[in-house]
Nanobody
Framework: QVHLVESGGGLVQAGGSLRLSCAAS????????MGWFRQAPGKEREFVAT???????NYADSVKGRFTISRNNAEMTVYLQMTTLKSEDTAVYYC????????????????????WGQGTQVTVSS
């Protein structure tokens, strides 16, 4: 069992930056691929970024070049650095974890993740 808690959300002007954190507890992060998803009002939850056990990353086209996912297994924390924020980035952002034996495998759908945080609100004003 992995417990995830997101933090770092808030209100920011368009063009600004935020860094989200996802603190994990319960199990070592070494055996988990991690992901960030977001959900805007009236829309389905969508993939944002993922990082494999081995550190490989993948991003949604809408955030590529602006967002960076990283992980610190020793600190049991995953980060999402968001830059050049746009109003369409406004959403609740969720951290997710999935246990895997494959160090390089990437997981980019909600169905592939076993554990979720409670979410943190990001609002970008234009």
């Amino acid at each position: 069992q992995v417990h995830l808690v997101e933090s770092g959300g808030g209100l920011v002007q368009a063009g600004g930056s935020l860094r989200l954190s996802c603190a994990a507890s319960g199990r070592t992060l070494n055996n988990y691929a991690m992901g960030w998803f977001r959900q805007a009002p009236g829309k389905e939850r969508e993939f944002v970024a993922t990082i494999s056990r081995g550190g490989g990353t993948n991003y949604a086209d809408s955030v590529k070049g602006r967002f960076t996912i990283s992980r610190n297994n020793a600190e049991m924390t995953v980060y999402l650095q968001m830059t050049t924020l746009k109003s369409e980035d406004t959403a609740v952002y969720y951290c997710a974890a999935t246990y895997t034996a494959k160090s390089s495998k990437i997981y980019a759908t909600t169905a592939e993740y076993d554990y979720w945080g409670q979410g943190t609100q990001v609002t970008v004003s234009s």
